[in-house]
């Protein structure tokens, strides 16, 4: 058994997630390496989820009765938990969504309908890079095409970095809105917010981040950052599918306008009219994802007892690990940084001449789930010249074991190919 230095106690951590004991294929121990996709759940968030349905479903808000105020209680605790969590400075600036899509696609959809000072329109440029997920792509282009705004773009480096040398010609007065990943979800790239964010600031420009793969991972503090908006997702973080959270400063949540209409955001209605409650609930129209917040609020109740710097440590000694195991095998080519620092735990591949896909079904004959394709940033695998990529992505109850397994299996693969 490999030993590294840092690791948490995966043995003791596995045993909260009922899904690891899981044997595929005549009874292959699963060997799960894709929480970049989406994380497992440990007991204790289907507990809450459970205890939730079982003991206090109703709606949240407007209720009086006794079940109604215990699932506002739980709803709005939650709120209150991912604002410690991610140290807001009001638990006002939490806004809950559906998914980090949805809570840029928010953003993106305020700001086109903003008054000045914060309209985009065709004056304006926007601002992304060529290491996007899809969903902080498709909301952008969008909105030019709405607007008459200008889309710019961040390009690569040979060897998955961000390259910010022409960052006063991509970033320029015009520029109304900046608006990048934190950690890349192909690549795990960790990228430098202090020079992208201070750049913008000089501009006046806006500053919108996808966290979803470093909400999971790392410490994640707004006020440090220095963003306006901060987007992350639920299911990556040992919560449920169906939760997102939008943070944003609470003056720019004051003067931006509603995304979504219906019932709990409003104030006043009549048929000539309507005025809007104060954020969040400006932004959480009709009923809000009550028990996938719960669930959420206990994976962060999870997450913060084990603490964000072990994990973060843990994680950083299994991709050391993986790197150096990976570049052992004959023909593999990591897209992206080839060292462990500055990166997250996603390591995306390819194996000589074999097609991911391929790869991806034969590891999965042995038990070990990967992901394979452009993984929603396709916009990579064209700069690199590649049709796709393997990824093997690593988490908290991810151990040395399992990426042996891998590179056992890969050796396999080769084999198998010829």
């Known amino acids: 058994m490999t030993i590294l230095p840092g690791l948490l106690d995966t043995e003791a951590i596995r045993k909260d997630f009922p899904i690891l004991d899981r044997t595929v294929h005549d009874g292959k121990r699963i060997v799960y390496l894709d929480s970049a996709a989406t994380s497992q759940k440990p007991r204790q968030v289907l507990d809450a989820l459970n205890t939730y349905y ?45 998914n980090a899509s949805e809570s840029l696609n928010l953003v993106a959809n305020m ?12 004056d304006t440029e926007i601002v992304i890079t060529e290491m996007e997920h899809h969903s902080n ?4 282009q969008l909105l030019s095409q709405r607007t008459g705004a200008k889309l710019k773009w961040f390009g690569l480096t040979d060897d998955g970095r961000l390259d910010l040398s022409n960052i006063e010609e991509i970033i320029t007065e015009k520029t109304k809105v900046v608006s990048f990943v934190l950690v890349s979800n192909i690549m795990g790239t960790i990228n ?18 996808d ?8 410490v994640l503090d707004v006020q440090a950052l220095q963003a306006d908006f901060v987007a992350f997702t639920g299911h990556k973080m040992c919560g449920p599918t169906g939760i997102g959270v939008l943070w944003g ?9 509603p995304f979504l209409g219906g019932g709990e955001m409003i104030e006043t209605v009549s048929m000539h009219s309507s005025t809007y409650a104060p954020a969040p609930h400006k932004f959480e129209a009709g009923t809000p994802p009550i028990a996938q ?61 074999i097609h991911p896909h391929d790869v991806g079904q034969v590891l999965d004959e042995q038990g070990i789930a990967v992901r394979v394709g452009h993984h929603c940033a396709r916009p990579v695998c064209l ?36």
């Open 211 to 218: 966290a979803s793969q470093a909400a999971p991972h790392m």
């Open 192 to 209: 430098p917010v202090e020079a992208i964010v201070r750049r913008a600031q000089e501009v006046g420009a806006l500053v919108v981040i």
């Open 249 to 257: 400063r609470q003056e720019l949540l004051e003067d931006l306008p």
């Open 54 to 98: 079982e003991r206090h479903n109703a709606n949240v808000h407007r209720g009086v009765y006794t079940i109604a105020e215990e699932a506002t209680a739980l709803y709005e605790g939650a709120r209150d938990k991912v604002a410690a969590f991610v140290n807001a400075p009001s638990r006002d600036e939490v806004i809950f969504t559906k």
């Open 383 to 418: 700069r690199y010249g590649i049709p796709a990529t393997t990824r093997a992505s690593f988490y908290l109850y991810s151990t040395p074991g399992e990426v042996d397994a891998l590179v056992e299996g890969l050796e396999h693969v080769r084999n198998f190919f010829g």
């Open 111 to 122: 700001l086109g309908w903003a008054d000045e000072p914060y309209r985009v329109d065709h």
């Open 293 to 353: 917040a719960v669930g959420l609020g206990a994976a962060v109740d999870y997450l913060s007892a084990i603490g964000m710097e072990n994990i973060a440590r843990h994680e950083h000694a299994i991709t050391e690990y993986a790197v150096r195991r990976l570049q052992e095998v004959p023909d593999l080519r990591i897209i992206g940084p080839t060292t462990a620092e500055d990166r997250g735990a996603t390591i995306s591949f390819t194996l000589g001449d």
């Open 137 to 140: 792509i498709v909301p952008w």
